[in-house]
């Protein structure tokens, strides 16, 4: 679960969800002026089934966000990453069961 540079032209996914697509002058669908910020940081997640990585994109604002918890207590998404590698193999997630 590597964090890394982003490459120049990738977008933040959280603000593209955020803003959605508006119509161009020419009509046609583009992403909102606001959805288009360029990313920050890449995060190559693995899936709960081991198959394909999940990769999201997120700008410096966002990573704040995703890093800023409800009572103020700041938790990096390094220290995030750092966490579930080290309990991954202790936890079984299961979906829809208990």
């Known amino acids: 679960m590597p964090i890394v540079k982003a490459k120049n032209g990738v977008y933040c996914d959280t603000c593209r969800d955020k803003w959605g697509y508006v119509k161009g002058d020419d009509g ?8 288009s910020r360029q990313a920050y940081s890449t995060l190559i997640s693995e899936t709960h089934t081991g198959k394909e990585p999940v990769i999201r994109s997120l700008c410096y604002p966002c990573m704040d966000e995703a890093s800023r918890w409800h009572d103020g207590t700041i938790w990096t998404l390094a220290e995030q990453v750092q966490y579930a590698k ?5 936890q079984q997630i299961k979906i829809g069961g208990f």
């Open 28 to 35: 046609r669908t583009v992403p909102h002026p606001k959805g």
């Open 86 to 90: 080290d309990n991954r193999k202790l």
